[in-house]
C-alpha cells in the first residue's frame, strides 16, 4: 500500500462545474496536508494547506480532511480550462527526528469548454 | 514570496560524467530538498538537509551525493552518471525541520538527460 494515495485520473470535468478531488494517506500520525498544482513542465505549486478536521476555503478552492478515515480533498468551485493541470496531495511523514512530506502521484484534472 | 533558484532548466550529459545540479533559496530556510519526479511514480526524495553541512538520506540516495556549503545553496551530484538517472530533478526549501506545518516551495526543476 502506498502512503499516499490518489485516483491517476484523467479527471474530465465542463467548465463551472465543481471537481472533486480525493487523497488517503496511511499513517495516522500525519498532521499536515497539503495540496500542489503542477502544470505540465512546470514544477509544483502550493495553492492549499490543511491542519484540522473539518473544511478550509480559499477563494474557489476548498480542502477537507477527515482525519479518522486518513482521507483528504480538494474542491474546485466554478472550475475554468486554466485549472487543468495535476494536483498532488502531499502529507507529512515525522521519522528519524525529520518532518518529510510524502506526495502522491497525483490527479489529473482536464475542465473542458 | 519563496524564491527557489536552480542553476538550469535543461541538461545533457552523458554516462559516467560527474553532474552538478545546484539550487539557491533566498528565504533563509533551514530545509533543502531534493526529488526526483517520474512518470508514475511521482516525487521521490533522494536527500535532504535541515542545516549547514548537514545531511541525510532520504528514499533513494543511491547514486547521489549532495553538499551543502552555505545555508542558501543545496548541491545535487551524481557521481557517475547513468542512464537510469535521466529524470526531472526538484529542489525545494521549508521552514523548521521540528514544525510539521512548514509547507515546501519548489524551484522551477531541472530536466536532466544522460545519454
Known amino acids: 500500500q502506498k502512503e499516499v494515495e490518489q485516483n491517476s485520473g484523467p479527471l474530465s470535468v465542463p467548465e463551472g462545474a465543481i471537481a472533486s478531488l480525493n487523497c488517503t494517506y496511511s499513517?495516522?500520525?500525519?498532521?499536515?496536508f497539503f495540496w500542489y498544482r503542477q502544470y505540465s513542465g512546470k514544477s509544483p505549486e502550493l495553492i492549499m494547506s490543511?491542519?484540522?478536521?473539518g473544511d478550509k476555503e480559499d477563494g474557489r478552492f476548498t480542502a477537507q480532511l477527515n482525519k479518522a478515515s486518513q482521507y483528504v480533498s480538494l474542491l474546485i468551485r466554478d472550475s475554468q480550462p486554466s485549472d487543468s493541470a495535476t494536483y498532488l496531495c502531499a502529507v507529512n511523514r515525522f521519522s528519524g527526528g525529520y518532518n518529510k512530506l510524502i506526495f502522491g502521484a497525483g490527479t489529473r484534472l482536464a475542465v473542458h469548454p | 514570496d519563496v524564491k527557489v533558484t536552480q542553476s538550469s532548466r535543461y541538461l545533457v550529459k552523458r554516462t559516467g560524467e560527474k553532474v552538478f545540479l545546484e539550487c539557491v533559496q533566498d528565504m533563509d530556510h533551514e530545509n533543502m530538498f531534493w526529488y526526483r519526479q517520474d512518470p508514475g511514480l511521482g516525487l521521490r526524495l533522494i536527500y535532504f538537509s535541515y542545516d549547514v553541512k548537514m545531511k541525510e538520506k532520504g528514499d533513494i540516495p543511491e547514486g547521489y551525493s549532495v553538499s551543502r556549503e552555505k545555508k542558501e545553496r543545496f548541491s545535487l551530484i551524481l557521481e557517475s552518471a547513468s542512464t537510469n538517472q535521466t529524470s526531472m530533478y526538484l529542489c525545494?526549501?521549508?521552514?523548521?525541520?521540528?514544525?510539521?506545518?512548514?509547507?515546501?516551495?519548489f524551484g522551477d526543476g531541472t530536466r536532466l538527460s544522460i545519454l
Open positions: 490543511i491542519y484540522s478536521n
Open positions: 499513517d495516522r500520525g500525519s498532521q499536515s
Open positions: 525545494a526549501s521549508s521552514g523548521a525541520v521540528l514544525h510539521s506545518n512548514q509547507p515546501q516551495h
